[in-house]
């Protein structure tokens, strides 16, 4: 229980792997709509990364880079009325926990139309879309004064200036897309690729590596080796700012224009919108759902802590927190009469005395004092 309640913010595996259930569910039942989508990622060169690691206030706008860059390309090949939906999520580590800010989203693969209907967008073209990020990156650092038209100049110099756009194919159904958008808000370290070496002290393993299962064959998977203070440095370096929001929505799938379908009527049922009313928000709707604590630990441990031997279902009587009311602890046991024997310390000598090497007691000033006492 204590795993799943650290309040870790996306720096506990155990926390985030609730998160990302807790945020599938809702983003599926309270987000996206029956289109077809695509998985796409934007990356930045390794000359700019270190800006955003001492500005990190500038991560939310480099995810607004993203959404305008997919923005400007759907503007120009969809109709005029055509609105799409996306949602970005904010990424800040690498395979072997680098700094390495990226931006992973999900995009609808068209507009959806004033009268309900769907425009479906030819082919997203990458080096389009990466052109137009690499130039809203490049205006809003300018803007900042973070960077020169020196380094401007010779960013674009070069053959290959480090921005990237990575585009997945289309994805028509639902519980993929919604796996996919689940990686995207994954934890930034994983706990099953962590082994330790007494010898080597830590060596952390690239993604989808099972160290139980592949480590000991001829060609070992790809890992780095680190020190406990580097490994450490390395995780808190990701954990979040406080307040900070990682998942953003745009568009058709933004807060705003949901709350207006809510409120214009939208039919919960109706082919184009969400399966549930979008009049509440994230936060409450998460809310609700984590206070159904049975159902996320049978999500994550693959087992309901309700099952009893018998085949029956348990019901919960009442949660008792032991911090305020441990006074009902002992009542309960006693009146169900169970005992149970406090075990008892083992006593231990003590520490057996060191002599002081290289220091004779008998010439100290000491020690004609203590005989005098």
Same mark, same amino acid.
């Given at each position: 229980?204590?795993?799943?309640?650290?309040?870790?913010?996306?720096?506990?595996?155990?926390?985030?792997?609730?998160?990302?259930?807790?945020?599938?569910?809702?983003?599926?039942?309270?987000?996206?709509?029956?289109?077809?989508?695509?998985?796409?990622?934007?990356?930045?060169?390794?000359?700019?990364?270190?800006?955003?690691?001492?500005?990190?206030?500038?991560?939310?706008?480099?995810?607004?880079?993203?959404?305008?860059?997919?923005?400007?390309?759907?503007?120009?090949?969809?109709?005029?009325?055509?609105?799409?939906?996306?949602?970005?999520?904010?990424?800040?580590?690498?395979?072997?926990?680098?700094?390495?800010?990226?931006?992973?989203?999900?995009?609808?693969?068209?507009?959806? &139309?004033?009268?309900? %209907?769907?425009?479906?967008? /030819?082919?997203? *073209?990458?080096?389009?879309?990466? $052109?137009?990020?690499?130039? =809203?990156?490049?205006?809003?650092?300018?803007?900042?004064?973070?960077?020169?038209?020196?380094?401007?100049?010779?960013?674009?110099?070069?053959?290959?200036?480090?921005?990237?756009?990575?585009?997945?194919?289309?994805?028509?159904?639902?519980?993929?897309?919604?796996?996919?958008?689940?990686?995207?808000?994954?934890?930034?370290?994983?706990?099953?690729?962590?082994?330790?070496?007494?010898?080597?002290? &830590?060596?952390?393993? %690239?993604?989808?590596?099972? /160290?139980?299962? *592949?480590?000991?064959?001829?060609? $070992?998977?790809?890992?780095? =080796?680190?020190?406990?203070?580097?490994?450490?440095?390395?995780?808190?370096?990701?954990?979040?700012?406080?307040?900070?929001?990682?998942?953003?929505?745009?568009?058709?799938?933004?807060?705003?224009?949901?709350?207006?379908?809510?409120?214009?009527?939208?039919?919960?049922?109706?082919?184009?919108?969400?399966?549930?009313?979008?009049?509440?928000?994230?936060?409450?709707?998460?809310?609700?759902?984590?206070?159904?604590?049975?159902?996320?630990?049978?999500?994550?441990?693959?087992?309901?802590?309700?099952?009893? $031997?018998?085949?029956?279902?348990?019901?919960?009587?009442?949660?008792?927190?032991?911090?305020?009311?441990?006074?009902?602890?002992?009542?309960?046991?006693?009146?169900?009469?169970?005992?149970?024997?406090?075990?008892?310390?083992?006593?231990?000598?003590?520490?057996?005395?060191?002599?002081?090497?290289?220091?004779?007691?008998?010439?100290?000033?000491?020690?004609?004092?203590?005989?005098?006492?």
């Amino acid at each position: 229980m204590l795993a799943l309640s650290c309040k870790g913010r996306g720096f506990c595996p155990s926390c985030s792997t609730k998160h990302a259930l807790l945020w599938g569910e809702f983003v599926q039942e309270r987000v996206l709509r029956p289109v077809p989508h695509r998985h796409v990622i934007f990356m930045l060169p390794k000359m700019l990364r270190p800006i955003f690691r001492f500005h990190r206030e500038l991560l939310p706008e480099l995810c607004l880079c993203a959404w305008e860059a997919t923005r400007d390309f759907f503007k120009a090949s969809l109709s005029k009325d055509a609105l799409p939906g996306a949602i970005l999520t904010i990424n800040i580590a690498g395979e072997f926990l680098q700094w390495q800010p990226h931006v992973h989203g999900l995009t609808t693969c068209g507009g959806f &139309l004033p009268d309900g %209907g769907f425009e479906h967008a /030819p082919a997203i *073209d990458a080096k389009t879309v990466r $052109e137009l990020f690499e130039a =809203k990156v490049f205006s809003m650092l300018l803007d900042k004064g973070l960077i020169g038209h020196e380094l401007l100049e010779k960013l674009r110099s070069w053959k290959h200036t480090g921005f990237d756009f990575w585009i997945g194919p289309e994805l028509t159904n639902a519980k993929e897309i919604v796996q996919i958008g689940m990686y995207t808000a994954r934890s930034s370290a994983a706990a099953g690729r962590l082994v330790i070496d007494d010898e080597l002290g &830590l060596k952390y393993f %690239g993604k989808g590596t099972r /160290p139980d299962v *592949d480590i000991g064959s001829l060609f $070992e998977p790809p890992s780095e =080796k680190m020190d406990p203070l580097e490994w450490i440095a390395r995780l808190t370096s990701h954990i979040p700012e406080r307040g900070c929001q990682t998942t953003h929505y745009y568009a058709a799938y933004s807060n705003a224009h949901r709350g207006k379908q809510a409120k214009a009527g939208s039919s919960p049922g109706s082919e184009q919108t969400p399966t549930a009313c979008a009049a509440e928000s994230e936060d409450e709707w998460i809310r609700a759902r984590r206070r159904s604590w049975a159902r996320l630990l049978q999500m994550v441990y693959e087992c309901d802590p309700l099952l009893c $031997e018998c085949g029956g279902k348990l019901k919960i009587i009442s949660v008792i927190e032991t911090r305020h009311q441990s006074d009902v602890v002992g009542k309960i046991l006693k009146h169900i009469k169970y005992q149970f024997e406090v075990l008892a310390i083992p006593g231990r000598a003590p520490p057996p005395s060191q002599p002081c090497l290289g220091f004779d007691w008998d010439d100290s000033p000491a020690a004609g004092a203590c005989s005098a006492q």
